[in-house]
């Protein structure tokens, strides 16, 4: 293990966030803490073709409501390829706020080799001095030895960075079989519009670790004091995993005009009576377009692949009277909160789906329309915008988009 001391500037976004969100008085610390931040892989050793789960743990930390960590694997490339992260029994699921997480890279293109996650707790510290931050799956690729090494660690309460120790590890892939097992993956957020009874589908996958298999019994849930929360539903409820295969599972998630704007804890929990693994989803309701103008949106095409070589998804705009449609500023469109999708110039004003009505053509780019979703499933996506010169200057409008 290699031992190092770190102070890092945090990102700017996490600071702002601590100081916006964080309780106005601080944790008393009851001892001088030691502050340890580690990396503890569960097993220090696995075969080729097996799956294994390391956590970004700490030990005895003083309470704290933020961390922006990045990890690096592969010091030995083709041991170690990360397969997703999540938060399941983390320090940092305080209360019933789940964690806003403004980073989640897993070797992707962004970050090769490594692995970054950015969170804030909203309006609490974290539950205890040790324990998980976060864990990552990894698939063991190859032989060898490679080291884990934390080579950013910014801690903070609220906006004060917290000066700790820092323990590096080391995984080799080893000839000791591993324990069967099975992991849940799914997006971390979701984000939906409040004013209007609304609903998203989203997947959720159960992946089969070396050589799991059996029945799981699937479980949705909100943890919340607040009236006419979301409600969650799993469908089907029940999933069987084959050895070393996945399955997919629908989350889908409803709210009424009556549901507050609030971040709400969701939690997607799997059983089959001696495992059980649970990972959390934070439920972002917005409130932004409650007074605005509803639009009429049609998608064309209505269903995409997610290969498809399609270059455009098109969205029929229309207005109720007396709006125009010359008044929408079309740098204002946005799908999904996602600004810059519109293609310029590509907006039409027309009648293309011939039902008496004006409608504005507007283009997006396909590729980037599916990189604002979760994988295969049913949305129901917004289209927002902005109306000059008009009383109520926002519109906004709901369409169902399937991704297979």
Do not use: W
Request: charged share 10%.
């Amino acid at each position: 293990m290699v031992f190092s001391s770190r102070r890092i500037r945090l990102k700017t976004c996490i600071t702002l966030l601590l100081a916006g969100l964080s309780p106005l008085i601080l944790p008393t610390p009851a001892h001088a803490f030691s502050n340890i931040l580690t990396v503890d892989p569960n097993q220090a050793t696995a075969p080729v073709n097996s799956t294994i789960t390391i956590s970004v743990s700490v030990q005895d930390f003083q309470p704290f409501n933020g961390a922006d960590i990045s990890l690096q694997y592969d010091s030995t490339p083709g041991v170690l390829n990360a397969v997703s992260a999540d938060l399941e029994n983390s320090i940092m699921l305080a209360g019933s706020f789940p964690p806003l997480v403004v980073v989640d890279c897993v070797n992707s293109p962004v970050c090769p080799g490594e692995v970054h996650i950015a969170a804030a707790i909203l309006g609490a510290f974290t539950s205890a001095p040790s324990g998980p931050l976060f864990n990552i799956h990894f698939k063991v690729v190859g032989s060898g030895t490679t080291a884990l090494h934390i080579f950013k660690d910014d801690i903070a309460s609220v906006n004060v960075l917290v000066p700790h120790i820092t323990v590096d590890g080391s995984f080799s892939s080893a000839p000791t079989p591993p324990s069967p097992d099975f992991f849940i993956q799914a997006a971390s957020f979701v984000m939906m519009a409040q004013g209007i009874n609304f609903s998203t589908t989203i997947p959720v996958t159960l992946t089969s670790a070396n050589g799991y298999s059996g029945t799981l019994n699937l479980n949705a849930s909100i943890s919340t004091t607040l009236p006419n929360p979301p409600v969650v539903q799993l469908n089907p409820a029940t999933a069987t995993l084959q050895p070393d295969h996945d399955t997919t599972v629908l989350l889908t998630i409803s709210i009424t005009g009556k549901t507050k704007p609030e971040h709400y804890l969701a939690t997607i929990t799997a059983t089959d009576g001696v495992t059980t693994h649970s990972i959390p989803i934070d439920v972002q309701i917005l409130a932004y377009f409650v007074g605005g103008v509803r639009a009429t949106i049609t998608l064309d095409p209505s269903t995409v692949q997610s290969s498809s070589n399609r270059r455009y998804l098109t969205a029929l705009i229309e207005l109720p009277f007396p709006y125009s449609l010359s008044q929408i500023i079309l740098s204002t469109i946005t799908l999904n909160y996602q600004a810059g999708l519109v293609t310029r110039p590509s907006a039409r004003i027309g009648d293309r789906n011939q039902n008496g009505v004006p409608d504005l053509a507007v283009r997006f780019l396909l590729p980037d329309v599916i990189a604002t979703l979760h994988g295969p499933g049913t949305y129901n996506v917004i289209i927002t915008g902005v109306i000059t010169g008009a009383p109520a200057p926002e519109f906004y409008g709901f369409a169902q988009l399937v991704l297979t």
